[in-house]
């Protein structure tokens, strides 16, 4: 019986598909992993075994260690996130980037920002979108899929590395993907304009080669995101505006949210702090604070 280690690079309806030096085969989990609990995901490097000699099919039968896995998107052995939002059509919802950055900074994996629908953008709103998100630890850059532009200084920034792609539906990632594959690999959809939201066109998640060790996660839309689970007292440390203000306000456990002597809050005040990002901050502390007293 043949033996391959490959990558998974997609699943649907209880198969894998893994990718091996003699090809892309068909796979089931054995019953194993189930017992242990445990789901094999798109990126999971395995080890599969044929379930006959010239059969295309076959059975994983183990999955070697992961350096990492996220619950949404469902993925494994990522280096970067590719968080993607459109500049309007469907209007950006901050305070859900906000979370997004904050569960990818939980898992210690970067995020490059992408701001798309750059051809609609109004007078400002990219200066001001700068300004916002400039000290957030993350890279930023703007694209459009309808004009080509900014797509060119995406792939250096993927070049070589493993990423995944998230965002609301209708923000334009399946119509990213197929730029920077430079064919339509992925169904793009239009925007309902009842509700001013995407059509989900992605319904499962895909690892998708578009280079030399080179490869991105496509993954459905998304319209919420949980909140991750740590304490209220640890947000402040995955807002990287607030790091130089460590220690400096008049309470030593000052929470940045209502304390006198704050200089984070000074710092707001004063414009040298988004007031966008702390109003997201605020409001994701008070979440937690209130999902702790129900613990």
């Known amino acids: 019986m043949k033996e391959y280690d ?41 080890r599969i075994e044929l379930t006959g000699g010239d059969d295309v099919e076959g059975n994983v039968v183990s ?8 619950i949404r998107p469902p993925v494994a052995n990522i280096d970067q996130a590719l968080i993607l939002f459109a500049i309007h059509s469907p209007e950006p919802v901050w ?6 950055l904050i569960n990818m900074a939980c898992h210690d994996i970067p995020c490059i920002i992408c701001i798309n629908k750059d051809d609609l953008k109004k007078g400002g709103e990219t200066e001001k979108i700068i300004s916002d998100y400039r000290d957030s630890g993350c890279e930023l850059i703007f694209t459009s ?29 399946s119509s990213i993907i197929n ?53 209220p007292e640890s947000l402040r440390d995955h807002f990287p505006e607030f790091a130089g203000y460590n220690g400096k306000c008049r309470y030593n456990m ?25 109003s997201s901050y605020v409001s994701i502390f008070d979440q937690l604070k209130e999902s702790k007293r129900y613990r």
Do not use: W
Request: aromatic letters at 6%; hydrophobic letters at 30%.
């Open 179 to 231: 730029v920077l594959l430079g064919k339509d690999h992925m169904q793009t959809g239009s925007l309902s304009l009842k509700v001013d939201r995407g059509k989900q066109t992605t319904r499962h998640t895909e690892l998708v080669p578009i280079g030399r060790d080179t490869y991105i996660f496509d993954s459905p839309g998304f319209s919420s995101l949980d909140l991750p689970d740590i304490e």
């Open 95 to 100: 305070g859900l980037l906000d979370r997004f």
């Open 145 to 173: 899929a309808v004009n080509n532009t900014g797509t060119e200084e995406l792939k250096a920034l993927l070049e070589g590395k493993t990423t995944t792609v998230a965002g609301p539906s209708g923000v334009g990632k």
């Open 6 to 46: 490959g990558k998974i690079i997609k699943g649907i309806a209880g198969f894998y598909y893994v990718d091996t030096p003699d090809g892309v085969f068909q796979c089931r989990a054995r019953g194993l992993f189930r017992n242990k609990d445990l789901k094999p995901l798109a990126g999971d490097n395995v």
């Open 254 to 278: 000052c929470s940045h949210t209502h304390e006198p002597g704050c200089v984070v809050k000074e710092a707001v005040s004063n414009g040298v702090i988004s007031e966008l990002r702390y």
């Open 63 to 70: 999955i070697h260690e992961r350096k990492n896995s996220l």
